[in-house]
């Protein structure tokens, strides 16, 4: 409490300012060998390069089980004496090594009340990171950058509405999801890949893949407020493919953590690649999307035997199957965009693989066993965590959904649109009880069984659009924005997960969600604002303009998009490049004409 602590940074540089009370001991600690979670040090140095400047490194083995960071900071002032310890014991040098090494370095406290520090990483070396520090700049002059940084950033989504929560919780989440995935490489264009070789590209390299997470609605909306970042995110997946031989997972610090189902860097590319974002090697994506899907890792090699991945073969078995068959589409949607129309036939026929798991008895997603029986006893409402379970942090109810490339398919699997309905609402009308003993904490944010704090349910509400109902779409949207976010500090209902949760408040909160984020259009909601303008990159403005809406008013009476008539349910991502108005006539009773025609 005697000490004041000011924290801001630039791109590649973190900068510190402490203010001591007057009269009192000045020094700061760095323990190199604390942890949390899994992470454990494994080789550790500190050196005092001179009397303002430290360097050493941390390599570490966790999550991420080949972590090396290199570092440099750089006081405002010279260090009068420090102390170095190693594993515990006092080591009089000016230098110190080993697993487990801290440091304390003390100031002179007469010369003035405060004290900066500038620290930069590198994951490659310690020159480096030396190239990474920021030579000339201070506190204030980087503090007043970043903040114009970050009000340019903010202000490419510009939203009207009188109240001022709702400011606040849109514009939390818009910086949310500028968080990650975070800058790897060093000034230099180096960065380090798990097999310790040193990489080197003209882009900036991209860690913190939670691609199970984000490539929902946080890939996207960055495909709106940043496509050259994509790009770069995509060179940076590619690099991880030249050494994994797979595309990335969930990558953190350069390595593969093998992380949730799937392989979603592939409607990533897919996305991007059908929205015009094309500066990447195309046929090297192809290649390494390909070769992904056609692996034996991950399941892979039983999906490829058996249509579908048995349960009693491999693990969260339904969750599994249900997203390569969505990878496989991408790809299908991919290699059409590129000509290949044998490999189109393949992927596109093997993205159906989900028909295998449907059981029309129960209407859900379930396990089949290698000789195509269910698996038994059935609780759709039965969760078991990671191990041993048919489904990825969830169960029957929120996962059963999952087809987002072909809903009219799960439609009729389901019995048809009416059916389908009263199947859909019965999920937020269901209890929210959880059954089994080790069932995922990441269930959360329930509305019935739909658990809106963990991202398989995210896409849900928007099926309603897809079987003619669209007023039901704008219901339960509007329900889970309200209920949902807030702006306590337990203002979400679920962890962030990378920019996912914050993402799918920014899309719906517009009035939009990417339901399949490769179809490359946008499924319409209910938006809570008078008026959001995109400034997009191309230098266009999309203006959704939502007249009369409120509390009470979130149904869409009638729409028109530059003047014109628009009687649909989505609109497409190269609608929204042109520029123009998308204006909707709200009202407090739904209108269930409008958007329900068969076009």
Known sequence: PKIDVALTASQRTAYQKYTFTKGYEQSVILDLGFAINWDRPTETSIKLKNPTTITGYRHSSGWAKNQKVFFVAEFSKPIVSHQFTAEGKEVESDSVSGAKTAAQFFFDKSENDTLEVKIALSSVNIANAEENLDAESNFNQVQQETENIWEETLSKIEVETPVDSLKTIFYTAL????????????ATGEFRLQNDSIAKGDFTAYTTLSLWDTFRA????????????????????????GINKKL?????????????TGYHAIPVITEAYLKGIKDFDAEKAFEAMKTTMMQDERWLDLYKEYG???FDLGNESVTATLEYAYDDWCVAQMVKALGK???YEFFLDRSMAFQQLFDPETGFMRGKSADGKW????????SKHETNTDYTEGNAWQHS????????????????KEKFVAKLEQLFAESSEISGEEASPDISGLIGQYAHGNEPSHHITYLFNKAGAPWRTQYWVHEILKTQYNTTPNGLSGNEDAGQMSAWYVFSSMGLYPMNPSSTTYEIGSPVFEKTTMNLPNGNKFTIEAQDVSEANFYIQSATLNGKEFNKTSIA???????GTLKLIMGSEPNKEWGTSAE
Do not use: C
């Open 308 to 310: 579908y991945i048995p």
């Open 401 to 416: 959904w999952f087809v987002p490339h072909a809903p009219d398919s799960l439609i009729a699997l389901m019995g048809g």
């Open 175 to 186: 910086y949310h999801t500028h968080i990650s995935p975070v800058t790897f490489s060093d």
């Open 375 to 382: 698996h038994e006893p059935f609780d759709p409402k039965f």
């Open 248 to 260: 990335p997972v969930w990558n953190l610090y350069g390595n593969e953590t093998n992380t949730m």
């Open 573 to 579: 991502h190269s609608e929204i490049l042109k520029g």
């Open 341 to 343: 129309e044998k490999d």
């Open 218 to 241: 946080e890939q996207p909306l960055l495909t709106l407020t940043d496509p050259d970042r994509v790009s770069d995110i995509i060179k940076s997946m590619l690099a991880y493919y």
